[in-house]
């Protein structure tokens, strides 16, 4: 078994780098990013679902099931860097979806920034942020694809994708907006939905001591620091007036 050998260190980093930039180009993380709005902008409704429920999600379980088990010492040297990737990209893509008019490249952004969850969870060496991490991925795909399909199914029968055109949509199509704001409340993390326990392990996993203690007291402070938590109350803000600024239309 691969994760029963012992590798040299420096060959370990080399190996973590090449399948950290592939995993993030199809999870998406920043920068490489950049594909994913386009994509879900342009394509059928039926291959975002695709996207945004499974394919997506394959790069972070590589970074799970490679870059963290197999190459488990140069995760402990890369690990704070995840988590500061992951806390700038929950802000960035957050901000950056609230300027977007095309509501399919709005969902795809939200989904860059839930991403950044996945990261920290990941990056946090400890049982409760990757739990967090995998419940993260898992309630994401089901809440993306949904999202995608509700915005195709409505797209079908207004032919309107602009959110400055689509004001008044409830009236219309009751049940199609109705089933969208639950599924939006699902993605904004609303207490009782599959969203909210992701973002409670988020919040707690820091109470727990980590699986590898680190050298350095600057990345031990990090760690250990309530920093994450600011910036998922941030997150919380943006996707608030997110989906109420959906929501007005």
């Excluded at 691969?2 to 399948?19: A, C, D, H, K, M």
């Excluded at 409704?45 to 190459?71: F, Q």
């Excluded at 049940?175 to 707690?204: E, Y």
Aim: aromatic residues 16%.
């Amino acid at each position: 078994m691969l994760t029963n050998r012992s590798y040299p260190v420096g060959l370990e980093i080399i190996f973590y780098i090449g399948f950290l930039i592939a995993f993030a180009v199809k999870s998406p993380i920043i920068p490489f990013h950049t594909w994913l709005p386009d994509t879900h902008g342009e394509a059928h409704y039926s291959t975002c679902m695709l996207l945004a429920g499974i394919l997506l999600k394959m790069g972070a379980y590589g970074l799970v099931r490679i870059n963290m088990e197999l190459l488990p010492r140069a995760h402990s040297i890369f690990s704070p860097w995840l988590m500061i990737i992951g806390s700038i990209q929950i802000i960035y893509a957050a901000s950056t979806s609230l300027g977007q008019r095309n509501l399919k490249k709005r969902i795809a952004y939200s989904s860059v920034s839930h991403m950044g969850f996945i990261l920290i969870g990941i990056g946090s060496l400890s049982d409760t942020g990757l739990n967090g991490a995998i419940l993260q991925i898992i309630s994401h795909g089901f809440i993306g694809a949904a999202l995608f399909f509700l915005a195709g199914t409505g797209y079908d029968r207004l032919r309107l994708l602009y959110l400055d055109e689509m004001g008044g949509m409830a009236i219309p199509m009751p049940k199609i907006f109705t089933i969208f704001s639950i599924f939006s409340m699902a993605s904004l993390a609303l207490p009782g939905m599959s969203g909210f326990f992701c973002r409670i392990f988020n919040f707690f996993w820091n109470n727990y001591k980590p699986k590898i203690s680190f050298n350095d007291k600057n990345i031990n402070y990090f760690c250990n620091s309530n920093w994450n938590d600011i910036n998922s109350y941030l997150f919380i803000i943006y996707v608030t007036a997110d989906v109420l600024w959906i929501q007005a239309f």
